[in-house]
């Protein structure tokens, strides 16, 4: 089946430092990859995505790029913010078999950003 | 894109009673979804609201706790019965336009529940 895992946290840094989250995934086929980002008190919202390999994903100064040969859709940002802070979510959609049509999520890594 | 409002955003409820949560889209969606999201927690799919028919629930859920409701394409409804403490969650409604891998899957804001 279908499974994602992203690096625990929770994850501290100084604003302006350079982020990385992992995440590495396990599919069957070809299934498109999604980060995801929680603002305290908030839903959801789509931070960026890549369907295909070596995609890069890119929004908001984060970037993500989908390496099918290590499996993996690491999220990084080369500068923090304070308002940056937020738990991040990798997700995977596959297409394919009984997955049809399910996001499968990561279990969420906790960023906090101090000035 | 697509925009989703819940309503309630957040409630207080009694052990035993039950609350319903509604989610609205603000256009037309092809896939519909409700997931919990307990404390410090992932997100669990509870089940695939589907459009004029029962739920497809996933492993561990079942209608009789959570019955769901889906008249049509921009409009869903979720109940959580007889509650318990354990149910102490954000409920989240989520909708897709698409079956492709291709199409993006949004959320509402949640609904906080906390049970006494």
């Known amino acids: 089946g279908n499974s994602v895992t992203q690096m625990e946290g929770p994850v501290t840094l100084s604003e302006e430092a350079f982020l990385t989250i992992n995440c590495t995934y396990t599919a069957t086929g070809y299934p498109s990859l999604f980060w995801y980002v929680q603002y305290p008190g908030e839903g959801l919202q789509l931070l960026l995505k890549?369907?295909?390999?070596?995609d890069k994903g890119s929004n908001k100064g984060f970037e993500a790029t989908y390496r099918k040969e290590t499996t993996s859709f690491h999220l990084e940002k080369g500068s923090v913010q304070v308002s940056d802070s937020a738990v991040y979510f990798c997700a995977l959609y596959n297409a394919g078999g009984t997955s049809y049509g399910k996001l499968t999520f990561g279990q969420g890594t906790i960023l906090t950003v101090h000035p | 894109s697509a925009v989703i409002s819940q309503k309630p955003s957040r409630d207080i409820c009694q052990r035993g009673t039950s609350l319903t949560i509604q989610c609205q889209v603000d256009s037309q969606v092809t896939m519909m979804f409700w997931y919990r999201q307990q404390p410090g927690q992932s997100l669990t799919l509870i089940a695939t609201?589907?459009?004029?028919?029962?739920?497809?629930?996933e492993s561990g859920f079942v209608i009789d706790k959570f019955p769901i409701s889906r008249p049509n394409l921009t409009f869903s409804t979720l109940t959580v019965s007889n509650m318990s403490p354990e149910d102490s969650s954000i409920y989240l409604c989520s909708g897709r336009m698409g079956w492709t891998s291709t199409d993006t899957q949004y959320f509402g804001p949640g609904t906080r529940l906390t049970v006494l």
């Open positions: 890549a369907t295909k390999a070596d």
């Open positions: 609201a589907n459009q004029g028919s029962e739920a497809t629930y």
